[in-house]
C-alpha cells in the first residue's frame, strides 16, 4: 500500500532547540497534516496544509506543503519541555478530495528530552 | 464542548471471539473515520461513515466491519479475533462537509488486547 517515510524516527532534544522532521513519498497528495500524540490520548492536529507550496505556523511550529506535493516538513522553534512526544506526518492522497478520511500516516518521530 | 469519546477504553479478549467498538462523535459532526494503530503498522486507515453510509474503506480484511446510527454514533465491530488484531483503535470526528481539517478530532482510543 502507500507508505510516507518519515524522518528521523526519533531524536532528543534539549530545551531551546530547534527541531526538524519530514515525510516524504513516491505518491501525490492533496493535503498534508501533522499531528502530536500524547501517551493515553489520540492525536491532535497541529497544522493542516492545503495547497502545494504553503507555509502555515502555529506558535512555534511551522510546516510546509512540499512544491511537488509529495512531501512535509515540521520545524519546531526553540523548544520546550512539553514538546516531547510523538509527532505524525499524515497525507491525503489526489482524487480522495470529497473524503476527511483515508488519511495515510507516517510511522511517527519521537521527541525526548536529553539526558 | 464535550468530546469524542470511545468505549470501551479498554478491552481484553481471546482469539476466536468478536467484539464492538462504539464512537460517540462530537455534536454536530456527521463523519466518523477509524484507524488502528499498532507498534509494527503504525496508524492504518480502516473506514470512514458519513451521514450513515460507509464512504470509504481501507484495505483491511472482511472481518473488520462497522456501521453508523442515525446520531452518527459509529460502532466497529471485529469477528474471529486473531493475536494481530491487538492494537489501540481510534476513531476521528469531523462535520464531513468541507475538507476542513481543523474541524477534526480524535478520541482517545480503545485498546484491544487479543489473548
Known amino acids: 500500500g502507500q507508505q510516507l517515510n518519515q524522518s528521523p524516527q526519533s531524536m532528543f532534544i534539549q530545551e531551546g532547540e530547534d527541531v526538524s522532521m519530514n515525510c516524504t513519498s513516491s505518491s501525490i497528495f492533496n493535503t498534508w497534516l501533522w499531528y502530536k500524540q500524547d501517551p493515553g490520548e489520540g492525536p491532535v492536529l497541529l497544522i493542516a496544509?492545503?495547497?502545494?507550496?504553503e507555509l502555515t505556523s502555529n506558535g512555534r511550529l511551522t510546516a510546509q506543503f512540499g512544491i511537488t506535493r509529495k512531501d512535509s516538513f515540521l520545524n519546531i522553534s526553540a523548544s520546550i519541555p512539553s514538546d516531547v512526544g510523538i509527532y505524525f506526518c499524515?497525507?491525503?492522497?489526489?482524487?480522495?478530495?470529497?473524503?476527511?478520511?483515508?488519511?495515510?500516516f507516517g510511522k511517527g518521530t519521537k521527541l525526548s528530552v536529553k539526558p | 464542548k464535550a468530546g469524542v469519546t470511545q468505549t470501551p477504553r479498554y478491552l481484553i479478549k481471546t482469539r476466536g471471539q468478536q467484539v464492538t467498538l462504539s464512537c460517540s462523535p462530537i455534536s454536530g459532526h456527521r463523519s466518523v473515520s477509524w484507524y488502528q494503530q499498532t507498534p509494527g503498522q503504525g496508524l492504518q486507515f480502516l473506514f470512514e461513515?458519513?451521514?450513515?453510509?460507509?464512504?470509504n474503506k481501507g484495505n483491511f480484511p472482511g472481518r473488520f466491519s462497522g456501521r453508523q446510527f442515525s446520531n452518527s454514533r459509529s460502532e466497529m465491530n471485529v469477528s474471529t479475533l486473531e493475536l494481530g488484531d491487538s492494537a489501540l483503535y481510534l476513531c476521528?470526528?469531523?462535520?464531513?462537509?468541507?475538507?476542513?481539517?481543523?474541524?477534526?478530532?480524535f478520541g482517545p482510543g480503545t485498546r484491544l488486547t487479543v489473548l
Open positions: 476521528a470526528s469531523t462535520k464531513g462537509t468541507a475538507k476542513n481539517y481543523n474541524e477534526q478530532f
Open positions: 461513515y458519513f451521514s450513515e453510509t460507509q464512504r
Open positions: 499524515a497525507g491525503q492522497l489526489r482524487g480522495y478530495g470529497g473524503s476527511q478520511g483515508n488519511l495515510i
Open positions: 496544509l492545503y495547497k502545494a507550496g
